[in-house]
């Protein structure tokens, strides 16, 4: 969900600004404001020159949004860095690597081709906060004119060729100097999207035989039938490649999907088991444990409850697990999906890195991928999306009845989790529990009590 002022939001939603390419509010227009107004609020009253780097992921619509961001930002007389097709991560990495003042991402992540989005990262590199956000909302709203340069102040627009090379570079350094990929044959799947010559050169680099899929971007083929939302294609390709292991990333990669050698998924929750277990037996685990969403399986709280660690929850998005986990002082947190955020290398969510540290496990171990894919029994989890037309459903007294009942028939051996989408007139129904009948039962019912509320 989305944060604080939610009801005044009019753009961003719960990771940026996305929608359907060329439809309000992902059109030139929109993108021309965005420049425009976050261009004035990132200008300080110094007399320097201001910095905004920006990276796309390969969408045929980022050749229509890139541009008019460029000219917004130019405008205001911010200079413009732009970098072609680069994770989201990068971005995040050289916005603070080249102290710009702004870092901008073209993408819609694991949505198909017809979509794409705006994510703005801080100086910092961290994704701006929701107050920073509806601010720029007001500001383009408003008549812009006021804030042009004049023309002897101007932007200046350039494109940085080494971008991909640097963040390659960036990623290698994550995985540990004393261990090495050779030997070991890698399956990559990279959505056609944005990772689609960075993840395959760090694989090869490190010293892996790489069998690579999903690189052959034409603008529109980005997260079709590949990458980490469709897994089949990397399983497909981890038997036919005889792989040791399949990584599959999303369009701008920063989401992890894993394959073992046997062709099974491994999802973000064993991942970050996984992770989280090796780091803490090195002494290398921040905080005294992970930070994870509302929608982690139960079976990941109660296995590093196990070990002495601790689960804390946020709501549903990797930025929420960022803040918590800057707060808290923990270096490793991330979602189900496969968002996971390594704050050591780091500043948002990033599946090169990630599968990196997996690799790092995996060779450490000398076990084959199978062996280490189950870190923990996953509790029998239920999740069902059901659509409104109008009302608020959440505050209806049969719909809270209904999740009173099926907490109460939990009895404390599982969760209830009902809350909206962010993004559409969506209710996620979720329930988890040790008796999986009682799970499809309590969601069941609190689904129905959604449809028929009003």
Not at 192 to 213: D, I, Q, W
Not at 335 to 347: C, K, N
Not at 351 to 380: I, T, Y
Request: aromatic letters at 4%.
């Amino acid at each position: 969900m989305a944060g604080k002022g939610d009801a005044a939001r009019r753009y961003f939603g719960t990771d940026g600004i996305r929608g359907r390419a060329n439809t309000k509010p992902m059109t030139a227009e929109v993108a021309l404001r965005v420049g425009l107004a976050a261009g004035r609020f990132f200008m300080s009253a110094d007399d320097r020159r201001h910095l905004v780097v920006i990276g796309k992921d390969t969408r045929l619509s980022g050749y229509m949004i890139e541009p008019a961001l460029v000219a917004g930002f130019a405008s205001v007389g911010m200079d413009v860095r732009t970098f072609g097709p680069i994770p989201t991560p990068g971005v995040a990495m050289m916005t603070r690597s080249m102290r710009a003042d702004l870092g901008v991402m073209i993408s819609a992540s694991h949505n198909d081709f017809a979509d794409n989005g705006i994510k703005l990262f801080g100086p910092d590199g961290y994704k701006l906060s929701d107050e920073i956000e509806l601010k720029i909302e007001a500001l383009m709203d408003q008549d812009l004119s006021e804030g042009l340069a004049a023309p002897d102040r101007l932007g200046r627009v350039k494109r940085i060729d080494d971008a991909q090379a640097r963040y390659v570079e960036i990623a290698k350094k994550a995985f540990p100097k004393r261990l090495s990929l050779k030997g070991l044959r890698i399956a990559v799947d990279c959505a056609n999207g944005a990772a689609y010559k960075v993840a395959p050169t760090t694989l090869y680099e490190l010293g892996a035989e790489v069998f690579s899929v999903g690189v052959a971007p034409n603008g529109m083929n980005i997260n079709q039938a590949c990458g980490s939302t469709h897994p089949q294609t990397l399983i497909e390709a981890v038997k036919t490649y005889r792989a040791d292991i399949g990584i599959a990333l999303d369009g701008d990669a920063d989401r992890l999907i894993v394959v073992d050698e046997t062709g099974q998924i491994v999802d973000g929750d064993q991942i970050m088991a996984l992770i989280a277990l090796d780091w803490a037996a090195h002494g290398l685990l921040a905080g005294g444990g992970v930070v994870a969403t509302v929608m982690s399986n139960l079976g990941l709280e109660r296995r590093l409850a196990a070990e002495g660690l601790s689960l804390e929850r946020t709501k549903v998005g990797d930025r929420y697990v960022m803040e918590r986990m800057r707060e808290g002082g923990f270096n490793l947190g991330g979602e189900q999906s496969g968002h996971l955020i390594l704050h050591d290398h780091a500043t948002t969510g990033d599946g090169l890195m990630a599968a990196l540290q997996v690799l790092a496990v995996l060779v450490d171990s000398g076990k084959p991928m199978s062996e280490l894919a189950r870190q923990f029994e996953p509790v029998p989890q239920r999740l069902e999306n059901v659509r409104y037309s109008a009302g608020k459903p959440l505050e209806s007294d049969r719909v809270k009845a209904a999740i009173a009942a099926g907490e109460a028939a939990l009895n404390g051996s599982g969760r209830v989790l009902v809350r909206p989408s962010g993004t559409e007139k969506l209710i996620r129904v979720m329930a988890e529990g040790d008796d999986a009948g009682l799970v499809r039962q309590v969601v069941s019912d609190i689904a129905e009590a959604v449809r028929t509320a009003g």
